[in-house]
């Protein structure tokens, strides 16, 4: 069992930057995929960034790429999200995901286990 738990949501003005991490416990991450998701009202959940085991591959879904940088340590057992020139439309609530395989995922079923998520809200 893995447990996830996010960090460093917040409400901030358009333009500005938010960085979440995600902590976890019960393993180790150093072999798996990790990702952030997020969920806005009324919405799905929608993908947003994946890395791989060593770190070296990152994906990203296309409104967020050039904005949002994810990371991770192994050593501490961490997954960050730097989000920089936030938008309104980035409001959301954004999950930390750990993955069933040692490679990047963009797929929501390609995640086991779930962070309780943290609120993001982008003001205009």
């Known amino acids: 069992q893995v447990q996830l738990a996010e960090s460093g949501g917040g409400l901030v003005q358009a333009g500005g930057s938010l960085r979440l991490s995600c902590a976890a416990s019960g393993r180790t991450l150093s072999t798996i995929a990790m990702g952030w998701f997020r969920q806005a009202p009324g919405k799905e959940r929608e993908f947003v960034a994946a890395i791989s085991w060593s770190g070296i591959t990152k994906k990203y879904a296309d409104s967020v790429k050039d904005r949002f940088t994810i990371s991770r340590d192994n050593a501490k057992n961490t997954v960050s999200l730097q989000m920089n020139s936030l938008k309104p439309e980035d409001t959301a609530v954004y999950y930390c995901?750990?993955?069933?395989?040692?490679?990047?995922?963009?797929?929501?079923?390609?995640?086991?286990?779930w962070g309780q998520g943290t609120q993001v809200t982008v003001s205009s």
């Open positions: 995901a750990a993955a069933r395989t040692s490679v990047t995922v963009t797929t929501y079923s390609g995640y086991d286990y």
